[in-house]
């Protein structure tokens, strides 16, 4: 059983331009979050998706920032006009069921750096 | 605020000593509490979890927890650590009126040969 798979790993992109993040959860999870993490800090939790739904965003920036989980295929964080602040490790994780009640299976992460 | 603490942010230890690193969280009410580990340059591993029951938790490669509700905290204890131990581990909680994990800021732990 495969774990949850991100890529790519390594992403480097010039300012300005978009950077697209993919997570493809473990078999028969149906949770996918979005987790961002900046040098010396902890992760910090960005967006709740169901299939084909956004359930919590609360912790994404308002703007540049999107993310979706559609019926078919893998998780997307979306970043347009990148900067540099937005250079760090970002984080997928999936779950069977939702957060409370379980347990969260963590991806490799995509390490962006913005140039 | 709700917060999870990790007081250590840095800790340096030889080999066979013993470790405990400090969790503390700000959350009432019930909580699922976790200790996840990261080696360079790779994912999280998850450490030990608990949900309910027994609060010693034990872990994998020798790690164990006490949830100790009175004091909101799940300290992370190991009796003897080893180089390969050197690592960032995280604190994390999750709540029923939260959708996402809390984490800690993370306490780097080096252990010297």
């Known amino acids: 059983n495969a774990g949850v798979m991100q890529n790519p790993r390594h992403l480097v992109r010039r300012r300005g331009q978009e950077a697209r993040l993919r997570c493809s959860p473990m078999?028969?999870?149906?949770?996918v979050y979005w987790y961002r993490q900046l040098p010396e800090e902890g992760l910090k939790f960005m967006v709740y998706l169901q299939k084909e739904n956004i359930i919590d965003e609360s912790g994404m920036p308002k703007e540049r920032f999107s993310a979706e989980f559609p019926k078919e295929g893998p998780s997307i964080l979306r970043i347009q006009q990148v900067v540099r602040g937005d250079s760090a490790a970002y984080f997928c994780?999936?779950?069977?069921?939702?957060?409370?009640?379980?347990?969260?299976?963590f991806g490799p992460g995509t390490r962006l750096t913005v140039t | 605020a709700q917060s999870v603490s990790q007081h250590n942010h840095h800790v340096i230890l030889s080999e066979a000593a013993s470790l405990e690193l400090g969790c503390n969280y700000s959350y009432g009410g019930t909580v699922n509490l976790f200790w996840y580990v990261q080696y360079p340059g790779q994912h999280l591993q998850l450490l030990l979890k608990y949900f309910s029951g027994d609060p010693l938790v034990k872990g994998i490669k020798g790690f164990e927890a006490e949830f100790i509700k009175s004091k909101f905290s799940f300290n992370l204890r190991k009796p003897s650590v080893q180089w390969s131990d050197t690592a960032e581990y995280f604190c994390?909680?999750?709540?029923?009126?939260?959708?996402?994990?809390?984490f800690g800021a993370g306490t780097r732990l080096t252990v010297k040969p």
């Open positions: 994390a909680v999750t709540t029923y009126n939260n959708n996402d994990m809390r």
């Open positions: 994780a999936s779950s069977p069921s939702r957060v409370a009640a379980d347990e969260q299976y």
């Open positions: 078999k028969g999870h149906s949770h």
